[in-house]
C-alpha cells in the first residue's frame, strides 16, 4: 500500500528497526480517524452523573452526548441531556456570552446540579467569548462549581481534550472532607462504566479489602470526586486521558498511581496483584489470590472451548489508547489467534516500542491511520475479525469483514475475568459466523454462491 509521504514514517512493522514517529499533528487530506479536543474532553467529564454538561457552540455538538455511548450511571442521569446554548449567526456577530449566561440560569435551579461543566467549543473560541468570566459570575450566584472546560478543535487534538478534561477535574478535587478514608483505599482513573465494567472492578477491589473513594469518572460524583485527595492510591485504567490527572495528584498531595489494564485474564490478574503489592497487607494478597484463582478457573474452560475454532484466525485492531492494543494483543493470542495490524490513535514511541515486543514479526504498526489505509491493509492481510470503534466498523463490513466493537458505543462488558468470557463469546461468534462464507471474496476461495 502506497502511504502519503509525510506519513511514511509513522507505519512500520514489528521486527523493523525504525521507530513509529507519533504524537504529531494530522496529515491534511489523510481523514484521519482521530476525533475532536471537545470529543477527548467530554469523554472524560460526561460520565459525571450529578453535574450539568453544557456545550456552548453550535448544536452541531450537542450530537457528541453521552447517550449515544455504553456508559451507565446507578444513580442520576442529568449528563444523557444534551444541554447546548446552540449557537448560531447573531452570536458569531454580538457574541455568546449573555446566551451562556441566560442557559447557566435556566438550568441551574431546575436541576439543582452539584457542579456544571461548561464546553467551550471551536466558534466560541474564535469569537472570543469569556467563558471563564461568565462561569465565575454564575458560580458566584449559586454557590456550585461551574467549571469551564477549554476544549476548542483549534487547540489540538482528542488527547488535547483529556488534558482539558482533566484541568476541569483538579478545580474539584482538594475541596472536599476526607474524614473516614482508610489506609486501604484507591481512586479508580481513566474508566468510564462501559456496559457497567466500573462495577465489575470495584467488586473485585471489595473482595480484595480494598475501599474505591472515587472513579474519575465512570458511574462518577462530584462529592466523591471532591475527596478524592484523601486516597493513598490512583490506579490509572485509561492511561491516555487519565495520566496527567495522576501526575498532578502525585505532586500535589502525594499520591502515588499506578497503570493498569483490566481487560484480559493476564492484564487483570496482574493489575490486581499490584495494587495488592502496593499495600503491602497479607490479608488483602491472600484475599486476591483466591479471588484470582477462582475466577480464571471459571473462564478457562469457555476459552479452550472457543479457541479450537478459532486457533489459526487472523485480526486487526485499531483503537484509541495504546493501552487497549496491548491488552487486545494478548487476549487475541490467548484465543489462538495472530493479530495482522495494530494501530492506535494516540499512542506514544514507547507505546509502539511495546508493541513490538508484543506483536509477531510483520505485522504492522500505524500511528493515526485513516480509512483507506485500513482498508488497504485488511485486504492485503485476509484478516477474518477487525476490532475498533463506530468509525472503523463501515471499513469492516464494506470487505466483508467480521467486526468488534472496543470502543465506547459497546453495550457489552469486556472488563475483568468475566469480559474476558464475554469478548471471547463474542468474538468467536462474529469470526465464524457462516455469513462471511457468501461475501464475495471468500466465496470465490470456497466455492460457495455469493
Known amino acids: 500500500m ?10 512500520v512493522t514489528a521486527g523493523d528497526a525504525r521507530a513509529v514517529v507519533c504524537d504529531r499533528p494530522s496529515v491534511a487530506g489523510s481523514v484521519t480517524q482521530r476525533a475532536c479536543t471537545f470529543c477527548g474532553s467530554r469523554v472524560v467529564l460526561y460520565p459525571i452523573g450529578d453535574a450539568l454538561h453544557l456545550v456552548h457552540g453550535p ?31 447573531t452570536e458569531v456577530i454580538f457574541g455568546g456570552e449573555k446566551k451562556l449566561a441566560r442557559a447557566l440560569r435556566e438550568l441551574i435551579p431546575v436541576h439543582r446540579p452539584k457542579a456544571a461543566f461548561v464546553y467551550a467549543t471551536c466558534l466560541t473560541g474564535v469569537i472570543g467569548d469569556d ?59 481513566g474508566d468510564f462504566n ?46 491516555g486521558s487519565m495520566t496527567s490527572l495522576a501526575r498532578m495528584m502525585q505532586e500535589k498531595y502525594g499520591i502515588p498511581y499506578v497503570q493498569v489494564s483490566f481487560f484480559g485474564l493476564e492484564d487483570c490478574a496482574a493489575a490486581l496483584y499490584e495494587v495488592a503489592r502496593h499495600f503491602a497487607d497479607q490479608a488483602v494478597l491472600e484475599r486476591t489470590r483466591a479471588l484470582v484463582r477462582e475466577e480464571t478457573a471459571a473462564v478457562l ?53 511495546h508493541l513490538k515486543e508484543l506483536c509477531d514479526a510483520g505485522t504492522i504498526l500505524a500511528d493515526d491511520s485513516n480509512p483507506l489505509e485500513m482498508a488497504a491493509w485488511l485486504a492485503e492481510r485476509d484478516v477474518d475479525l477487525f476490532i ?63
Open 301 to 353: 474452560p469457555v476459552m479452550a472451548e472457543l479457541r479450537r475454532d478459532l486457533e489459526g484466525k487472523v485480526a486487526a485492531l485499531y483503537v484509541g489508547g495504546a493501552f487497549k492494543a496491548f491488552s487486545l494483543v494478548k487476549a487475541l493470542r490467548q484465543l489462538g489467534m495472530r493479530v495482522a495490524m495494530a494501530g492506535t490513535q494516540t499512542g506514544a514511541q514507547a507505546d509502539y516500542e
Open 194 to 239: 462501559i456496559a457497567g465494567e466500573i462495577w465489575t472492578i470495584k467488586g473485585y477491589l471489595e473482595r480484595m479489602g480494598v475501599e474505591v473513594v472515587a472513579s474519575m469518572t465512570g458511574d462518577g460524583r462530584v462529592d466523591d470526586i471532591r475527596r478524592a485527595h484523601g486516597a493513598k492510591l490512583n490506579i490509572v485504567q485509561c492511561a
Open 131 to 189: 467563558v471563564e468570566a461568565v462561569c465565575r459570575g454564575a458560580a458566584a450566584e449559586f454557590g456550585i462549581p461551574v467549571i469551564p472546560v477549554q476544549s476548542e478543535g483549534f487547540r489540538g487534538t482528542k488527547k488535547h481534550g483529556y488534558s482539558a478534561a482533566c484541568a476541569a477535574l483538579t478545580q474539584l478535587i482538594g475541596t472536599g472532607d476526607t474524614a473516614g478514608i482508610g489506609p486501604l483505599s484507591v481512586n479508580i482513573l
Open 388 to 450: 475498533g470503534g463506530v468509525k472503523e466498523r463501515p471499513v469492516a463490513y464494506k470487505l466483508g469483514i467480521g467486526f468488534c466493537d472496543h470502543n465506547h458505543e459497546r453495550k457489552i462488558g469486556l472488563a475483568g475475568f468475566v469480559g474476558m468470557a464475554a469478548f471471547a463469546r463474542e468474538v468467536h461468534a462474529t469470526v465464524m459466523s457462516p455469513v462471511w462464507k457468501l461475501v464475495p471474496r471468500r466465496a470465490r476461495a470456497s466455492g460457495a454462491q455469493p
Open 59 to 89: 448544536v452541531g455538538c450537542a450530537a457528541y452526548t453521552w447517550d449515544i455511548r455504553g456508559a451507565l450511571s446507578s444513580g442520576m442521569q442529568l449528563h444523557r441531556n444534551s444541554f447546548n446554548t446552540d449557537i448560531r449567526e
Open 2 to 11: 502506497k502511504l502519503i509521504s509525510e506519513r511514511s514514517k509513522q507505519v
